[in-house]
């Protein structure tokens, strides 16, 4: 009965190891912990949750780039435009023909602008609002979950953050913004209203109108570098964000395995225990079946022959190989419960 109830709690032990083996996990349902599983569940959906601000982060962080991107080209070819005026500034120098690659300059801007459109955004051309990219996710100490986002405000104004403003059917406005809006230039300490950077016609500029012109684009210029350098600070702060939830992924992760992973290496090491113990309880439980008939051979040999001692030298061999069998099955099973409480 021993031996029965031995391989029978083996039987179970390895029940469960091969369950953890297979699946890899020593806390896979709630029944096996509730408390690791509850918090394993919870980590995991937060987890997935993680995952999609990582999305949400790269397509704000493609909007972003895309942005800086083209206004960054525009400042090199408002620059340009700079220097082609500075060139009409000289005596006898032919400005018809300089105003020729300005206009060129002039229509590059505005595709710049139409071009700079990342998801159906654009940062570059629009009107005044607010544009906004997912940051964050949340879970605070009452459990109470929230997704942060990054601000950016657009400015069509003359010394705003976008290049040209936008209509309300979806089309380049290019009498606002930054490079379509009038500014004024100073000469002399007299301030000279000039067209905007993408009407600008210097063929029949004064000495006078051409300075205006440079002290204008100067202010242009300000004004362009300030959206730059914001556009590269949200850039900077998403890629900063992208690298924390990345980590906080990987962490969660690693938090996760801790709880219900199962050790491999030990599970197979105790897999292999409880196989050996089985086959053992298996062939004790066989000995003890066939010895409990032998035993019962015995007794009928001793009724048929009554008390006297067997004078049959091969039956006393057979007794006592019987008494050694016996002693045999003790070790045997001895050995079994020994394996069992080391495992």
Do not use: C
């Amino acid at each position: 009965m021993a031996a029965l109830q031995t391989l029978r709690g083996v039987n179970d032990s390895l029940k469960d190891t091969q369950g953890r083996v297979s699946s890899g996990y020593r806390v896979e349902k709630a029944a096996d912990n509730a408390a690791y599983w509850s918090i394993a569940t919870t980590m995991r959906s937060d987890n997935l949750a993680l995952s999609a601000v990582s999305d949400a982060l790269g397509l704000g962080a493609a909007k972003v780039d895309t942005a800086y991107a083209a206004m960054d080209s525009a400042l090199d070819i408002v620059s340009e435009i700079k220097a082609k005026i500075v060139a009409a500034t000289e005596k006898g120098v032919d400005k018809t023909k300089i105003q020729q690659e300005l206009d060129q300059l002039q229509e590059q801007l505005l595709s710049i602008a139409q071009s700079a459109s990342f998801s159906g955004e654009n940062w570059v051309a629009g009107a005044s609002g607010t544009k906004s990219v997912v940051s964050s996710f949340v879970r605070d100490g009452s459990n109470a979950v929230s997704v942060k986002m990054t601000d950016y405000v657009l400015d069509s104004g003359t010394l705003g953050n976008v290049l040209f403003g936008m209509t309300s059917t979806g089309a380049i406005e290019t009498s606002s913004g930054i490079i379509g809006t009038a500014f004024n230039g100073t000469y002399g300490g007299t301030v000279i209203a000039m067209p905007s950077i993408y009407d600008l016609d210097i063929t029949g500029f004064t000495q006078g109108q051409l300075d205006a012109a440079l002290s204008g684009i100067e202010l242009v210029l300000g004004a362009m570098t300030a959206a730059g350098s914001a556009l590269g600070s949200i850039s900077t702060r998403i890629q900063l964000q992208e690298n924390l939830v990345s980590g906080l992924h990987d962490s969660i992760d690693s938090g996760i395995g801790r709880l219900v992973d199962a050790d491999m290496e030990e599970e197979s090491s105790r897999l292999s225990a409880l196989q050996t113990q089985q086959q053992l309880g298996i062939q004790s439980l066989s000995i003890a079946n066939s010895s409990a008939q032998n035993i019962l051979t015995l007794f009928r040999s001793r009724s048929g022959t009554g008390d006297a001692p067997s004078k049959n030298p091969a039956g006393r061999f057979a007794r006592r190989g019987f008494l050694h069998e016996i002693a045999d099955i003790s070790v045997l099973i001895v050995f079994v419960f020994i394996l069992r409480s080391r495992a």
